[in-house]
């Protein structure tokens, strides 16, 4: 029997259902637990220019038998989530830089206490990359709608990285600078709870 | 269209059992490890005897939040039957301890071409085996606030104990793995471990050379043990 994937039905779901495009894509909050824990809202993730869905991977584990290889489930890990990349222009005043090179001294500050427990006041902070430090990116739809939404969870910054400047030949050209993240895991609607929780 | 294998194929064959359950491979990462201290009030009063810069002190409380805590308080560790129960969080590796008993030769001298027979000896003492548990390292540091003072307690303890004046605990490893029709966290085997003592704690180095995880490896001696598959 021929198979019905013509171009006709091609069209129809092309039609039906669209593409998702490059832009389709927002970072509504980054939130970092704690006092002086970094917080990004729009007005902030407003000058990101990239991000991405996050992937995740189940290691393939190999038995064999009979000179053949069967290859099985293993463990799932999360594929990037050392080092989730976004890239930002940067504003005239910096301010975004700055408050991802704050909380970069925040997560790493050997001497003040204020990474993780309390702070000199006392002041009780979270725990960096702990459950309420998260990320919410979304992927839209043509109207800007979100149809699925990813919550990467135990968020904490790594790589806030240079910009580099013309003084002498410059041209005028807006600078952006990457920052990477990490986190532990990321959750969905689709990912439901179960045993294992991930 | 590909044509399908044979039903004689070892491959087919082999696929079809490795599709069930009981024959699967399991998930070698799903497990963990509680440690419940035989008579909790006595142990801690033990401990507190020899050692009494070893524990988790505030102004002579013990702070809620340690791991000592975690060892005495059943409702934070959970039983294992406990669906909730995940046991030490910061166990980060165990070595169960071998069953083996030794062999030796029963024949005269000068057999020539004859085999020379084997006998069975005795099964491996208990000082032979032991369980090695590896201790992530945390702010409250499990090694040094729990383990040490319980080995240098049970230097001076000994190890005969009465009951109810014991300071000795039970280990138990639970290991699970994926579903099994409506059991969405089988259990696929238990080991217990009666009256457990920490006896061996290795040394740990510090250096500059960058921040690391560290896990420090403890060494148990127990007097009997029971095991159950699923």
Not at chain 1, 43 to 61: E, H, M, S, W, Y
Not at chain 1, 71 to 94: D, I, K, Q, R, W
Not at chain 1, 164 to 175: C, D, L, P, R, V
Request: hydrophobic residues 40%; contains cysteine; proline residues 4%.
């Amino acid at each position: 029997m021929a198979t019905d994937q013509i171009i006709e039905k091609f069209f129809q779901q092309a039609v039906a259902n669209d593409f998702t495009r490059d832009y389709h894509f927002r970072i509504e909050s980054i939130v970092l637990a704690g006092q002086g824990g970094l917080v990004l809202n729009s007005n902030d993730l407003v000058f990101a220019r990239t991000g991405k869905l996050p992937a995740r991977n189940i290691v393939n584990q190999t038995v064999k038998y009979a000179g053949q290889t069967f290859n099985l489930p293993g463990a799932v890990e999360f594929t990037g989530s050392e080092a989730y990349e976004m890239e930002f222009y940067c504003p005239e005043s910096s301010n975004i830089r700055e408050r991802l090179l704050s909380e970069s001294m925040r997560t790493f500050n050997a001497f003040d206490g204020s990474a993780t427990g309390v702070n000199n006041s006392g002041y009780p902070l979270g725990t960096i990359a702990g459950p309420n430090s998260y990320m919410v990116v979304h992927q839209l739809n043509k109207i800007l709608e979100p149809v699925v939404s990813y919550k990467l969870v135990g968020v904490s910054i790594r790589n806030v990285g240079d910009i580099a400047y013309e003084i002498a030949e410059g041209s005028g050209a807006i600078k952006t600078f990457n920052v990477s993240f990490s986190y532990h895991f990321f959750e969905n609607d689709n990912i439901g709870p179960g045993p294992f929780r991930r | 269209m590909a044509t399908a294998l044979p039903n004689y194929s070892p491959a087919n064959r082999f696929l079809d059992l490795i599709s069930k359950w009981e024959y699967d491979v399991p998930l070698t990462t799903q497990w963990f490890v509680t440690i419940t201290p035989k008579n909790p009030t006595y142990f801690l009063s033990k401990l507190n005897d020899k050692n009494n810069s070893g524990l988790f002190k505030d102004n002579g409380v013990i702070l809620g939040g340690s791991q000592l805590n975690l060892l005495l308080n059943s409702s934070v560790q959970k039983n294992i039957e406990d669906p909730d129960a995940s046991g030490l969080f910061f166990v980060q590796n165990i070595k169960l301890p071998k069953e083996a008993f030794t062999i030796s030769t029963a024949a005269v001298e000068s057999m020539g071409g004859y085999l020379k027979g084997a006998v069975a000896g005795d099964r491996l003492s208990l000082s032979e085996r032991s369980i090695n548990i590896g201790f992530l390292e945390t702010n409250l540091d499990f090694n040094d606030g729990v383990i040490r003072p319980w080995i240098i307690t049970a230097g001076y303890e000994g190890l005969v104990s009465v009951k109810g004046s014991s300071i000795k605990a039970d280990i138990r490893v639970a290991q699970y793995t994926k579903a099994r029709g409506s059991d969405k966290k089988p259990r696929r085997k238990l080991f217990e471990f009666f009256d457990c003592v920490p006896y061996s704690m290795g040394e740990s180095s510090l250096d500059y050379e960058g921040e690391k995880i560290n896990v420090n490896s403890v060494d148990w001696v127990f007097n009997n043990y029971s095991y159950a598959i699923v």
